[in-house]
């Protein structure tokens, strides 16, 4: 191609000059950088005074005929051009230029065979695919025949490879990429026309030559084309060239790897670097330039402009503002020592200036803008919403646009000329957007957008001023939505009158509105009704004959012998099990062996729990969890009976802020840490690399990250976004993640228990809203207990750490950042818990809730567990729970509700508190022996708050005075049958604290006047001396539980209303309700309250109440403490069982704890045996999955043992029993420890557990 003519030799310019309209121009210099066509010319001859065309002309060397502005006006008519319009006036040749025939007619055959790549064609194949009707047709407009399959594809392939910077994201080198939308490329298009300089060449060029670069002064890229840049009338002004060269000296916008911190990265590391070289600033933040390093031209650029500015490092900022010219890092040469010439250090001074780094509060400040700013991917929603919305926006019918255009006009009526002129400019806008001729106008109308720019376009109405041009549109548009309004109400009054018609023809009365106070009234008339109707249990006549067969069943109901042939048919079975489980393992193996990790772009990885939220109940949790709330607002003035000693204390004082180096922290790479896990689904098939994914887990970012195959980031969530982070109490290996931003759980499956632990400690210490126990990494000041810990990973801190990848090879990756962790030294933290039973005997609650406060009162607790019996006076089954969410507030978030019959429980938590519990569980046992005692039975539900976990349990048992033995066997219904936590055994050891609270309905045994009279001298511990309950505990029952000391009167049997006992049925006041407690030996609570309410007396009950504090067990760190400890390894020396009497024909043994990575079954030796053994070669050692001992020493091993030969889950459990680690961890490594634990089953001591222990340090 020739050199482009000069503008100095006007004859050679004049005579070989072609037409370029500015938008090609702009369009030709973007793609690639092309060059312009031969004498294309963009002038910009002065920048000062404006010139007439004939001036213009002179300048350009051509006759002024030839000049045409960029609308192609002719200037032959010598008007005076103002300086905007010399920005871009292409110059056109005469007649005399013409091509020949023979090109013009090559050039109209191109053009009839290539129609299809004009603008029109490619926006009907982005808009409308394969169904579109102009790119898939043989000629042009939309006419001739489809085309062949072969040419279709071919034309697809032309219109997908679009322009770099047409790309919505920048591809791979084996990618293609996608073009994106219409809105992000005018505003790109728009960017280039402002940013033209900040190209490869003229920043290559600026390095090479610094300010004295003459591609820096042009004053736009076809001035460059032309090579006309010396020339001071196609230069930039002195103020945007100095613009250009700040632009460059600094750090440019979209040189991410400029700034010092990843000039120190390849400093540091040179070649290996993880930093510098990653694709992008995302995948920087993640250290991912060794694993997908940026492509290879790239990756010289960043090493040339490096190598001269190597000393661009915040090392160097910090030496030159702390030591001024008596510095000598941020003088020295490139091996860190040398001193650089004069000239050097002043060009690197002045630098220094400019880069002063900026004092905290400003620091504070920017980060505070840098975290409000939207992400691209926001961004992207936002525009996407406001064009759906104005797509949406009203339109405006044909028949309403005479009405609308006389509301403009001062209510003068248009023309039908007047309109169709409207209606035609509507038709023009709408051809020149679709290509297409004659656009007809059909029932959906014209929108607002299109009628405002017809009238602006026709001049329908001239307004004296833009204000009231606007002011006129806006009116009519009002006025236009209050017409649609006025239509609607006159629709539903027309609706209304044929309804009320309808209801008159069939005989229908219309009544008076009835007063609240009288329908209040009526529904007590109907309640008292009711109850008249209502047969105590106590009163009603007795089905001998149903008892008589409970008793019968109770005899007979003992556990039966296997005969052989039976347990050689389970022995057969068993190993058809264990060759599934072998299989399934070695499948399991297989998929972590696979290299390949899953995971598409755009592929969901969340998994439909059942636990799931739906997204409104999700929105609306996250706005009350994210509400202001100050840790002390609830600390209110506890009753006297409530007080608490300084257990209650939280730490000492305010948490402060501390700051702790990074270098100064043991495994850092857990502050980014990367985790190979497996998506879990129920129906799992192991499908290989096919279901691996990687997660990350980055406190610098304060987010999760799921990548993709390629290793871009798949999704990101922010960590204040994480709802549960919950554990799988039977799988060791598996975990759940539920995000307010994502639709459903991610159920992740780890290598190991440890690898989960680590995945689960490294995310609780980034949620905000959880403070661990991590006493390295707070203040080590004695007087300080807590705090926010920032880890300062920031210049000379960043340290750059060797891990694994996803493939599990060792790569280096480099820290830097910021993080914050809430750490304490303290390992519990307290939880004050309320639980409550109330009887309502078929009565209704009352209507002012303000009278419960006796007994349920506001805002005291963290916690509330409360329970009702005999709730029959609903008419809706939620009807008690509204009632109830309605009295707490928005305060207090349900956490389950249960109900069996008229038996509720519902269990509430402080808001504040709702992200720290998981593993809500709820289940219901009705009695069997509903014939005999009614429609009885008891209610749990299990819940994990943080390391602790608990269990609240109510009852509703057998009535009447002699039927002991019913209410006996309806709690070892409950105990044995609630299916809660582990399924193997029953809740008696598998939780920390059970509280048990209901109407146990047992009776005292004595006679009414001698009763009354201890009530009547408050001697309530004599008449407890005749209580049922306290009789058959003291026999066995409920092993273990424990009642506070009973120091209010009888709660059975009064007459509601009145609160006085009815002595005149025959039976003495009992202590039907009551509240119990069963902790675990190592764990603290208190109770600090244990009381009745004879102030609500409303029913044949008076409610009761018992308050506690509970010492909970924060996650802990486990793997950021500084002296690192192997992981303990339990191995016990044998184990047996004695005393019991119940002939076990296949014993089997389960150990469990929260720390053990394995709990599967393992069958003794012994067999059809009682008291079977378990020798040391039959239990496999247990390793723990944490070292922090005293986290260890507030857990408990759980001993379930089974009946192997029972094929019923819930028949085969055969007791279980609890060993707590409390003393026996801390300074017993090696030592062997022998133990005793009592065997409970059915709710009651059937033997012991008994053998020896070592633990020793693992590998």
């Given at each position: 191609m020739p050199t482009p003519p000069s503008p100095l030799e006007p004859s050679s310019l004049s005579s070989s000059v072609v037409m370029m309209p500015p938008s090609a121009a702009n369009s030709w210099v973007k793609n690639v950088n092309a060059p312009l066509p031969i004498g294309t010319v963009v002038a910009n001859p002065q920048r000062g005074d404006d010139l007439s065309a004939d001036q213009l002309a002179s300048k350009l060397g051509v006759p002024t005929a030839n000049l045409v502005s960029a609308n192609n006006d002719s200037l032959s008519n010598n008007k005076v051009l103002p300086k905007t319009d010399l920005l871009n006036i292409p110059v056109v040749a005469s007649s005399?230029?013409?091509?020949?025939?023979?090109?013009?007619?090559?050039?109209?055959?191109?053009?009839?065979?290539?129609?299809?790549?004009?603008p029109k064609y490619?926006?009907?194949?982005?808009?409308?695919?394969?169904?579109?009707?102009?790119?898939?047709?043989?000629?042009?407009?939309?006419?001739?025949?489809?085309?062949?399959?072969?040419?279709?594809?071919?034309?697809?392939?032309?219109?997908r490879p679009v322009a770099n910077w047409q790309l919505a994201e920048k591809p791979n080198e084996q990618e293609k990429g996608f073009p994106c939308d219409m809105v992000e490329a005018i505003d790109r298009d728009d960017w280039f026309k402002k940013n033209w300089w900040k190209g490869s060449a003229i920043r290559d060029d600026f390095e090479a030559n610094g300010r004295k670069s003459k591609l820096l002064r042009a004053v736009n890229p076809e001035a460059i084309t032309l090579g006309l840049q010396d020339d001071p009338l196609y230069q930039a002004s002195p103020e945007e060239v100095e613009e250009r060269a700040q632009y460059f000296e600094t750090c440019a916008d979209n040189e991410w790897w400029q700034a010092p911190a990843v000039v120190a990265d390849f400093v540091k590391w040179d070649k290996e670097g993880a930093v510098w070289q990653s694709r992008n600033f995302k995948e920087s933040q993640l250290s991912m330039g060794m694993e997908n390093p940026a492509p290879q031209e790239e990756l010289d650029g960043r090493n040339a402009w490096y190598e001269s500015n190597y000393w661009k490092t915040p090392e160097a900022i910090t030496d030159y503002q702390q030591n001024g010219n008596k510095g000598s890092v941020w003088k020295a040469g490139r091996d860190g020592v040398t001193a650089v010439p004069a000239s050097e250090v002043a060009t690197r001074e002045a630098w220094f200036k400019k880069n002063f780094t900026v004092d905290r509060d400003e620091e504070t400040r920017r980060k505070n803008w840098f975290l409000q700013q939207l992400t691209d991917e926001e961004t992207a929603m936002r525009r996407s919403w406001v064009m759906k919305k104005g797509d949406e926006g009203k339109r405006i019918h044909p028949d309403e646009l005479k009405d609308l255009l006389a509301q403009i006009n001062d209510g003068m009526d248009p023309s039908d000329e007047q309109v169709q002129m409207v209606m035609s400019a509507v038709q023009e806008m709408r051809s020149e957007r679709t290509g297409e001729d004659d656009v007809e106008i059909g029932e959906d109308g014209i929108s607002q957008e299109e009628f405002v720019t017809a009238v602006a376009n026709t001049n329908f109405y001239v307004s004296a001023t833009d204000e009231e041009r606007l002011r006129a549109e806006q009116e009519a548009l009002d006025a236009l939505q209050r017409e649609e309004m006025e239509r609607q109400d006159e629709v539903a009054g027309h609706l209304a009158m044929e309804a009320q018609d309808e209801l008159d023809n069939a005989g229908f009365e219309e009544h008076e509105e009835v007063d609240e106070d009288d329908e209040a009234a009526f529904l007590d008339e109907m309640d008292e009704a009711d109850l008249e109707n209502r047969v105590n249990e106590d009163d009603g006549d007795v089905d001998e004959g149903a008892w008589e067969t409970f008793l019968q069943q109770n005899e007979e109901d003992e556990e039966g012998e296997y005969t052989e042939d039976q347990l050689a048919e389970l022995q057969r079975e068993e190993e058809e099990r264990m060759e599934a489980e072998a299989a399934q393992a070695e499948a399991e193996a297989a998929a972590w062996d696979d290299e390949e990790i899953g995971g598409e772009e755009g592929e969901d990885d969340g998994y439909e729990n059942p636990a799931d939220l739906d997204a409104d109940a999700k929105e609306e949790l996250e706005a009350v969890v994210n509400e202001d709330w100050d840790e002390n607002e609830y600390e209110e003035e506890l009753e006297e009976e409530e007080e608490i000693d300084e257990m209650m204390e939280e730490e000492k004082g305010a948490p402060m802020q501390w700051k702790l180096p990074l270098p100064e922290v043991t495994n850092p790479q857990y502050l980014k840490a990367y985790f190979t896990v497996i998506k879990y689904t129920p129906s799992h098939s192991f499908l290989g690399g096919k279901q691996k994914r990687v997660w990350v887990v980055d406190h610098f970012t304060r987010c999760f990250y799921n990548l993709e195959k390629s290793g871009k980031i798949k999704k990101e969530h922010a960590a204040n976004k994480l709802l549960q982070l919950e554990r799988n109490i039977v799988d060791s290996n598996r975990l759940r993640l539920m995000f307010f931003d994502a639709s459903h759980s991610y159920e992740l499956q780890f290598f190991n228990a440890r690898e989960r632990e680590r995945f689960f400690e490294s995310a609780s210490a980034i949620r905000p809203s959880i403070r661990v126990y991590a006493p390295d990494l707070t203040n080590q000041d004695a007087n300080v207990e807590a705090c926010t810990t920032t880890i300062d990973g920031v210049a000379a801190n960043s340290v750059s750490v060797v891990c694994s990848n996803a493939a599990g090879k060792p790569v280096k990756r480099e820290l830097t950042g910021e993080c914050k962790i809430n750490a304490s030294k303290l390992l519990t933290e307290p939880l004050t818990v309320w639980t409550g039973t109330f009887n309502l005997s078929g009565q209704r609650p009352p209507r002012n809730k303000a009278e419960l406060a006796a007994w349920l009162p506001k805002d005291k607790h963290d916690i509330y567990a409360i329970a009702v019996q005999e709730a029959s006076y609903r008419k809706e089954e939620n009807e008690w729970f509204d009632y109830i969410q309605a009295y707490l507030g928005r305060d207090y978030l349900t956490l389950a509700s249960m109900n069996l019959w008229d038996t509720l429980l519902i269990v509430l938590t402080r808001k504040k508190h709702l992200l720290k519990i998981t593993n809500v569980e709820g289940s219901t046992k009705a009695t069997i022996h509903k014939a005999v005692c009614g429609p009885k039975g008891g209610i749990g539900i299990s819940l994990r708050y943080l390391e602790t976990s608990m269990c609240f349990v109510t009852c509703h048992?057998?009535?009447?005075?002699?039927?002991?033995?019913?209410?006996?066997?309806?709690?070892?219904?409950?105990?044995?049958?609630?299916?809660?936590?582990?399924?193997?055994?029953?809740?008696?050891?598998?939780?920390?604290?059970?509280?048990?609270?209901?109407?146990?309905?047992?009776?005292?045994?004595?006679?009414?006047?001698?009763?009354?009279?201890?009530?009547?001298?408050?001697?309530?511990?004599?008449?407890?001396?005749?209580?049922?309950?306290?009789?058959?505990?003291?026999?066995?029952?409920l092993f273990g539980f424990e009642e506070s000391p009973i120091t209010f009167a009888p709660t059975y049997r009064l007459q509601p209303g009145t609160g006085k006992y009815m002595a005149e049925k025959g039976n003495a006041s009992s202590y039907c309700d009551r509240v119990l407690t069963r902790s675990m030996p190592n764990t603290w609570v208190k109770c600090t309250s244990y009381k009745s309410i004879p102030q609500l007396t409303f029913s044949e009950h008076s409610p009761v109440a018992a308050t506690f504090i509970v010492r909970c067990v924060r996650p802990v760190l486990s793997c950021f403490a500084k002296q690192q400890q192997p992981q303990p390894t339990f191995k016990f020396k044998q184990i047996k069982v004695?005393?019991?009497?119940?002939?076990?024909?296949?014993?089997?043994?389960?150990?469990?704890?929260?720390?053990?990575?394995?709990?599967?079954?393992?069958?003794?030796?012994?067999?059809?045996?009682?008291?079977?053994i378990w020798n040391a070669a039959d239990v496999p050692p247990l390793e723990s999955v944490s070292q922090i001992q005293p986290f260890l020493e507030s857990g408990h091993i759980v001993f379930i043992i089974r009946e192997g030969a029972e094929k019923r889950e819930e028949k085969g459990h055969r007791g279980s029993g609890s060993l707590p680690l409390f003393n026996r961890v801390i300074g017993q490594e090696s030592t062997e420890q022998e133990f005793e634990i009592d065997l409970i089953n059915h709710g009651r001591k059937c033997g012991t557990i008994s053998g020896a222990f070592t633990w020793f340090a693992g590998k």
């Open positions: 005399q230029h013409r091509a020949s025939d023979a090109e013009i007619a090559a050039r109209a055959d191109w053009l009839k065979k290539n129609f299809w790549k004009s490619n926006e009907d194949f982005e808009t409308n695919g394969e169904k579109g009707t102009l790119w898939t047709m043989s000629e042009a407009d939309g006419k001739g025949e489809p085309v062949s399959e072969k040419e279709m594809n071919a034309r697809q392939a032309w219109y048992l057998s009535s009447r005075i002699e039927r002991t033995a019913m209410r006996n066997t309806n709690l070892e219904e409950i105990v044995d049958n609630l299916q809660l936590g582990i399924r193997e055994t029953d809740l008696y050891n598998q939780f920390n604290h059970v509280f048990f609270f209901g109407d146990f309905n047992y009776r005292t045994e004595v006679d009414v006047p001698t009763a009354e009279n201890m009530i009547q001298n408050e001697s309530y511990a004599e008449l407890l001396a005749y209580d049922q309950f306290s009789k058959q505990r003291e026999e066995g029952l004695t005393g019991n009497n119940v002939v076990i024909s296949k014993p089997r043994l389960m150990l469990f704890s929260p720390f053990f990575g394995n709990n599967k079954p393992f069958d003794s030796k012994v067999t059809k045996n009682a008291n079977p």
